[in-house]
């Protein structure tokens, strides 16, 4: 059924040019935040994660089969975000082979997790040890009970 007859020919019309406007405002600043943060979503929902507390450290597993330590990218960034990030390609295609199936995940892949102010950002390890990323974040020492002044009372 044609929705010009049904009245909504200037809906459409407006619909269209919409359209035909995002697809010229590719260098717009909003879309391609709009564009990245739509990308990170993806990457963040496709990355599982199994978070831990010790008494004296916090530890983050990740599955990343068939991942080499670079091609995964391990950081802190300003407000004590732990970010774990990279790329998973796809095997180069060989000349006569052909693929009957593909559902191993590519692309890229990243988590964010906000750190505890607890968290030691100088003591962080990462080890990927058979398609298992662990980064261990040491916890900093409780902060030593301050003690009362003890001030000298002096005959006047």
Partial sequence: MDLRVMGFDPLLNTFYHILD???HSAND???NQARTYVRDAKAMATTPADVKEY???YVFVMDMPGLKSGDIKVQVDENNVLVV???RQREEEKEGV???KLERRT???MRKFVLPENADLETIKAVCQDGVLTVTVEKLPPPEPK???IIEVKIA
């Fill in 21 to 23: 406007d995002e697809t």
């Fill in 29 to 31: 600043n909003k879309s």
């Fill in 55 to 57: 008494p004296n450290s």
């Fill in 85 to 87: 990030c990279g790329e």
């Fill in 98 to 100: 052909k693929y009957v």
């Fill in 107 to 109: 692309g890229k892949f």
């Fill in 147 to 149: 003690k009362p002044k």
